[in-house]
C-alpha cells in the first residue's frame, strides 16, 4: 500500500485541505466507523477550517475522500483510497478541474 502523505495527491494540497482532511478524519475516528457526517459550519466553527468549499472539492477530486449528501445540509465522507492510482500528471489537470468556479444557479424568474 502506498504511503499516503507521499503520494502526489496529497502533495498537492494546500494548508486548508490538509486542515479539512485532519477535521473529517478526526469525526470518523470519533464516530467509530467509517462514514462521518460533517457540515461545513462545523469544518468552520467547531474545526475553524475557514470556507471548506474548494478543500473539501479537491479531496474528492484527489480520491482522498469520499463524498455523500446528508441530512440537514451536511453531507457524509469517507475515506477514499482512488488516490493511489494517481500520477503527477494527473493531479495537475484534477488541481486546475478543482480551482475552475462553479456556475452558480439563476434564481426563477430572473433577467438573464
Not at 485532519?22 to 470519533?30: G, S, V
Amino acid at each position: 500500500m502506498a504511503d499516503r502523505e507521499t503520494s502526489p495527491a496529497f502533495l498537492a494540497l494546500p494548508k486548508s485541505a490538509r486542515r479539512v482532511l485532519a477535521a473529517i478524519e478526526t469525526e470518523i475516528a470519533n464516530n467509530g466507523g467509517t462514514w462521518a457526517s460533517v457540515s461545513h459550519a462545523d469544518l468552520m466553527f467547531t474545526h475553524h477550517c475557514g470556507a471548506p468549499s474548494y478543500p473539501i472539492r479537491l479531496l474528492t477530486y484527489l480520491g482522498l475522500l469520499d463524498r455523500k449528501p446528508g441530512r440537514h445540509n451536511g453531507a457524509v465522507y469517507a475515506l477514499s483510497s482512488r488516490w493511489q492510482d494517481l500520477i503527477e500528471t494527473d493531479v495537475a489537470k484534477l488541481v486546475q478541474l478543482a480551482r475552475e468556479m462553479r456556475p452558480r444557479l439563476q434564481p426563477q424568474g430572473a433577467a438573464k
